[in-house]
């Protein structure tokens, strides 16, 4: 695993690599963000922990570009923006997860190789379509294909729904959300989020490697796999 750090705070970039290299990492690039895509050219990485204040280039507009132009780069952000409309914007502009400062170093480790093996996962099985989630609207239930059932919502089941009849292909997000009961005028990206991310939460709560909700940049979300709706 190659690790890219750009933070501008010179002692705490100092901070992070020791803790990185110690639990095992390879940090290839040590960055302040200026130059950055000169240096990921000549320093090619599997992860980047990325700051959000820089000092030329805010993080969001690297993490956009980045994200365009590098679609196998895992994008962890690492940045003391924490409330609830920062983290969701990060997510949006193509952070694999959002972290923040101060944050537990062994917390940062988890999160790195977590990211790396969904990374893995989606290039080795972009779909892994031959595995069966089943989802009873009635109980409130998904079930896993290990047989391990996961309690949701209502709304979650209408996401699920909309997800599972797209047979793996993308969803729209405004098609999600209408699923959801917001109608165009008053449309809410932001709440989308919300409801994926929770819904995420809670299947990776019982399958942790699972990675079976993906987004497509700038599109939608996708169900990576069977989906049978009990209709009954």
């Given at each position: 695993?190659?690790?890219?750090l750009?933070?501008?705070n010179?002692?705490?970039?100092?901070?992070?690599?020791?803790?990185l290299?110690?639990?095992g990492l390879?940090?290839?690039?040590?960055?302040?963000g200026?130059?950055?895509?000169?240096?990921?050219?000549?320093?090619?990485?599997?992860?980047l922990?990325?700051?959000?204040?820089?000092?030329?280039?805010?993080?969001?507009?690297?993490?956009?570009?980045?994200?365009?132009?590098?679609?196998?780069?895992?994008?962890v952000?690492?940045?003391?923006?924490?409330?609830?409309?920062?983290?969701?914007?990060?997510?949006e502009?193509?952070?694999?997860?959002?972290l923040v400062?101060?944050v537990?170093?062994?917390?940062?480790?988890a999160?790195?190789?977590?990211?790396?093996?969904?990374?893995?996962?989606n290039?080795?099985t972009?779909?892994?379509?031959g595995?069966?989630?089943?989802?009873?609207p009635?109980?409130?239930?998904?079930?896993?294909?290990?047989g391990?059932?996961?309690?949701?919502?209502?709304?979650?089941?209408?996401?699920?729904?909309?997800?599972?009849?797209?047979?793996?292909?993308?969803?729209?997000r405004r098609?999600?959300?209408?699923?959801?009961?917001?109608?165009?005028?008053?449309f809410?990206?932001?709440?989308?989020?919300?409801?994926?991310?929770?819904?995420r939460?809670?299947?990776?709560?019982?399958e942790?490697?699972?990675?079976?909700?993906?987004?497509?940049?700038?599109?939608?979300?996708?169900?990576?796999?069977?989906?049978?709706?009990d209709?009954?």
């Amino acid at each position: 695993m190659r690790v890219g750090l750009i933070e501008d705070n010179a002692d705490y970039r100092t901070e992070v690599v020791f803790h990185l290299r110690r639990a095992g990492l390879e940090i290839v690039l040590e960055s302040d963000g200026i130059g950055i895509d000169a240096q990921l050219a000549n320093c090619p990485c599997d992860l980047l922990v990325l700051d959000l204040g820089l000092p030329v280039e805010d993080g969001l507009v690297i993490a956009r570009r980045l994200r365009q132009q590098r679609t196998g780069l895992g994008i962890v952000m690492l940045t003391a923006r924490g409330s609830l409309d920062d983290r969701l914007t990060g997510l949006e502009e193509g952070a694999d997860a959002y972290l923040v400062k101060p944050v537990d170093m062994r917390e940062l480790v988890a999160t790195l190789h977590s990211v790396q093996r969904r990374l893995t996962t989606n290039a080795s099985t972009p779909s892994v379509i031959g595995k069966h989630w089943d989802l009873n609207p009635r109980t409130l239930t998904l079930t896993s294909p290990e047989g391990r059932p996961i309690k949701i919502s209502v709304n979650e089941v209408e996401l699920l729904k909309q997800l599972g009849a797209a047979c793996g292909a993308t969803v729209s997000r405004r098609k999600l959300a209408q699923a959801l009961g917001y109608p165009n005028p008053d449309f809410d990206d932001r709440r989308l989020e919300v409801a994926i991310s929770r819904l995420r939460q809670k299947i990776e709560a019982v399958e942790p490697d699972s990675a079976v909700i993906r987004a497509a940049w700038g599109q939608g979300y996708l169900f990576a796999a069977v989906l049978h709706v009990d209709a009954r």
